[in-house]
């Protein structure tokens, strides 16, 4: 082997200054989902090249600046694997790009994506962005969180969380649906949400496998949501 290898603390405190948020725990779930691919010692640690560190990097960055999920950025790293470009100014591999400020998205939106639970790096989202990035005017984001939908922090920035929810909202309206309609989409998340922290304290799993198991758990409250609706549907 030629060239730096690195511990995977070694990485965590390279990025850190970028990406402070990062822990070795997400570099270990990132490494599950095939993302990166560490060397092994004989010992079982992991090594990181420089070229898997820079991997790492563009992972987190498109999670943070770009809202890519996991399978979006999966499907760039194979294109970037077999010598193809990725245009990272272009909608996400997969995915269409959000519709024009003002305007609401078709009833053709976009399809589920592979979502990941895991904890997202830290993103701050001013209200303009919020609103051009789902597509929607400033008067609809007020309606939107007066329903308990979105919420501001202290200094009146949004999360990608936020960015999500209105981007959904969104569509909805495009069908004639208000956030007034929604408000039992929040209700059903908190009390899933609180099913999932429950289970986990009662369950009290090692450090290192919480957040393995918080993924699995809110993952299946997807599912079942899913699954009954599509019975209910036919």
């Known amino acids: 082997m030629t060239g730096a290898r690195h ?5 965590v405190r390279e990025l850190s200054a970028d990406f402070p948020d990062l ?7 990132l490494e599950g989902k ?22 790492l990097r563009f992972v987190l960055t498109s999670q943070r600046d770009r809202f890519w999920p996991l399978k979006v950025i999966a ?8 010598g193809l470009s990725v245009d990272l100014d272009a909608p996400a591999p997969g995915r269409p790009a959000p519709p024009p400020a003002g305007a609401l998205p078709g009833a053709t939106g976009p399809a589920v994506q592979a979502v ?20 929607i005017e400033p008067s609809q ?12 922090d202290r200094e009146g920035w ?8 209105a981007r959904a909202v969104a569509t909805f309206a495009s069908f004639g649906l208000e956030p007034r309609h929604l408000r039992m989409f929040r209700l059903a998340a908190d009390r899933e949400a609180a099913l999932v922290q429950q289970t986990l304290t009662a369950s009290r799993p090692a450090p290192d496998e919480r ?19 599509r019975a209910e549907l036919g």
């Open 116 to 135: 990941d639970f895991s904890s997202r790096e830290a993103v701050r989202v001013s209200r303009s962005e919020l609103c051009r990035s789902a597509g």
């Open 34 to 55: 095939g993302l990166i691919t560490p060397e092994r010692t004989p010992a079982g640690y992991r090594l990181f090249s420089d070229d898997q560190v820079e991997r």
């Open 158 to 165: 949004y999360s990608s969380h936020d960015v999500d929810i």
């Open 211 to 229: 957040e393995g198991m918080r993924n699995e758990l809110a993952a299946a409250c997807l599912a079942l949501h899913v699954a009954l609706v």
């Open 23 to 29: 822990t070795i725990s997400k570099v270990r779930f």
């Open 7 to 11: 511990t995977i603390g070694q990485v």
């Open 141 to 152: 984001l007020d309606d939107i969180a007066s329903f308990g939908l979105v919420h501001a």
């Open 75 to 82: 499907d760039a790293l194979d294109q970037m694997d077999r």
